[in-house]
């Protein structure tokens, strides 16, 4: 299993897929850092963090998500790679639970890349103009269990989005499906049953009430690894034809 | 007679369409099979039936004696394969598409510099495949299938993409792979001057059934033997080589089709005889070689005769 993740990770090798890994968290901290400047006074650096939490989990999340596992799915359906995969003498839900594997530890890279490059961004943005750098320190321990926690609810969303892009040869379903998908997540923000949303599970993380957010991570992580499941038995027994 | 690769009633349909009829495909240990077929004949379904991509919906695909739908993964290890599509990920350097697979199949490190060696691509093995060409791509292909020394290789158009000089050197290299390493070669092409050079075996396919297939030389010795005629009044001469009791192939010219065993010699005395007392000027009589093309050809136009004979009715 780890060596079929390691051809996984092998294959993002220059691809779009590691570079959108990067761009996505970037943009938020570009965001963060613009924010920053244009202010009068200064935030505390828990304000700053969970601006760039929330930013993320809202829409970034979602929608680099979206990207990610099209991207990855059409480095396997571009070349149409499938029929020398599943050719091979390796247990075909194995090949496909790597890739999983592979798009979950991008997405939990990202993560981590967003907390570290709002903090730089919030740093940086300190030393262009002192009157509005953060103030306090960063509560590192908090802030990684707060991205742990929006990674863990987003594991429904990512599972059904990976499951959609893996499906269908065209990338077109999987990106109506996010986009669909984090478009009613927005629209519907408010909306009491919205944490019943795979989309906008990650931000419900961040509810004040703690039982909509424990609710919002058990469905999301609880959700994902039943849809990981069936996706796999399902795509395992699929023809290439 | 050893079998590499047997099929025994292999069919399948999809939807309302039989794409394999019924297909008993026999190719003997250490051959080089052919096999040929027009588009749209059923060759890559057959493929991927074999690869255990698709699932047959009668019969069954034996790889050195193991059931293919029964066991998939005892058959895929005796395999190494080249499709169509190659597969290749444009982004990763030839060694490091090499290398996925190489991972994935368990195999030392060494193992990838082994196939690069035989298809010469080691000079080029660092460079992104986005930058090869598609010769360079087909080679590729071949070394990865070639990962893991499998017995038995099944290349779809193999020479695709490669130039005159690439072309020959993989006709020698695969009709080479036998006596080297002991493998079998299931190759399909629609190029029949390379499948003839580089063939043991041929197996013909016409609307999803094969229609003929064992040694290369006895198929070719079987097929009839041919003379190209021409003359100034074609229209005329078409129904008096038919009433001497021969075949015309179908085509622009004449193209007479001579009976196995005729003596090519006196048959075109004959017909130049009949002609010219019929007042018909003969200007060439070319005899044809038996060839793996005189052979497809006569195959063709014994499977197009049924489609033909359903039009007229």
């Not at chain 1, 909509?212 to 996706?231: C, F, H, K, S």
């Not at chain 2, 390493?181 to 041929?202: D, R």
């Not at chain 2, 622009?252 to 005729?262: A, E, K, M, Q, T």
């Amino acid at each position: 299993m780890l060596t079929a993740l390691s051809v996984e990770l092998l294959k993002l090798n220059r691809s779009l897929a590691a570079l959108l890994a990067v761009a996505a968290p970037g943009l938020i901290a570009l965001f963060i850092f613009f924010n920053l400047l244009r202010m009068d006074q200064a935030q505390d650096w828990f304000m700053v963090m969970m601006q760039a939490a929330a930013i993320w989990a809202y829409f970034m999340l979602p929608m680099g998500v979206t990207a990610l596992t099209a991207l990855v799915a059409q480095m396997e359906h571009g070349p149409r790679s499938w029929e020398h995969l599943f050719a091979l003498p390796v247990r075909r839900w194995r090949l496909l639970a790597a890739k999983a594997g592979a798009v979950f530890l991008v997405v939990a890279a990202m993560e981590a890349a967003v907390l570290m490059l709002a903090a730089g961004a919030g740093a940086l943005a300190g030393l262009i103009k002192p009157g509005i750098a953060p103030t306090g320190v960063i509560d590192w321990s908090a802030m990684v269990w707060l991205h742990a926690r929006i990674f863990a609810a987003g594991a429904l969303l990512t599972a059904i989005q990976l499951w959609a892009a893996l499906r269908f040869r065209s990338f077109v379903p999987g990106l109506v499906l996010g986009i669909g998908g984090t478009f009613f997540a927005v629209v519907a923000t408010s909306a009491k049953n919205g944490v019943f949303m795979p989309w906008q599970m990650p931000v419900n993380v961040l509810a004040t009430d703690p039982a909509r957010a424990d609710l919002a991570l058990m469905l999301g992580l609880g959700g994902g690894v039943l849809v990981l499941g069936l996706m796999l038995a399902h795509l395992s027994r699929r023809e290439v034809v | 007679m050893t079998l590499a690769i047997e099929t025994c009633g292999l069919t399948r349909r999809f939807g309302g369409r039989t794409a394999v009829q019924d297909l008993a495909m026999q190719v003997p240990a250490q051959a080089v099979y052919g096999f040929l077929g027009p588009n749209g004949a059923g060759k890559t379904t057959t493929l991927k039936m074999l690869l255990g991509l698709i699932r047959p919906s009668e019969g069954r695909a034996l790889i050195e004696g193991i059931d293919v739908a029964a066991d998939r993964m005892g058959a895929a290890r005796k395999v190494g394969a080249l499709l169509e599509a190659h597969g290749l990920h444009a982004n990763l350097t030839g060694r490091e598409n090499l290398e996925i697979t190489r991972r994935l199949l368990a195999l030392p490190r060494g193992e990838t510099d082994r196939v690069l060696e035989v298809v010469e691509m080691r000079p080029d093995a660092h460079r992104r495949v986005s930058d090869y060409s598609l010769g360079m791509r087909q080679r590729l292909g071949i070394a990865r299938a070639l990962l893991g020394a499998p017995p038995v290789l099944i290349l779809d158009e193999p020479t695709n993409g490669l130039d005159p000089d690439g072309i020959a050197d993989m006709r020698g290299f695969l009709a080479g792979l036998p006596a080297r390493t002991g493998a079998t070669v299931l190759l399909s092409s629609h190029l029949l001057n390379e499948v003839e050079q580089t063939a043991s075996h041929v197996g013909v396919i016409f609307a999803g059934r094969l229609a003929v297939q064992g040694p290369l030389a006895d198929l070719t010795a079987r097929a009839a033997p041919g003379l190209d005629v021409e003359v100034d009044q074609p229209d005329r001469a078409r129904p008096l080589i038919l009433a001497r009791g021969f075949d015309l192939a179908e085509g622009d010219g004449l193209s007479v089709r001579l009976r196995p065993g005729d003596d090519v010699r006196a048959a075109a005395a004959g017909l130049n005889r009949a002609l010219v007392e019929a007042g018909i000027a003969v200007f060439a009589l070319t005899p044809r070689r038996r060839s793996l093309e005189t052979l497809y050809r006569h195959v063709a136009d014994q499977n197009r005769l049924p489609t033909a004979h359903k039009e007229a009715a």
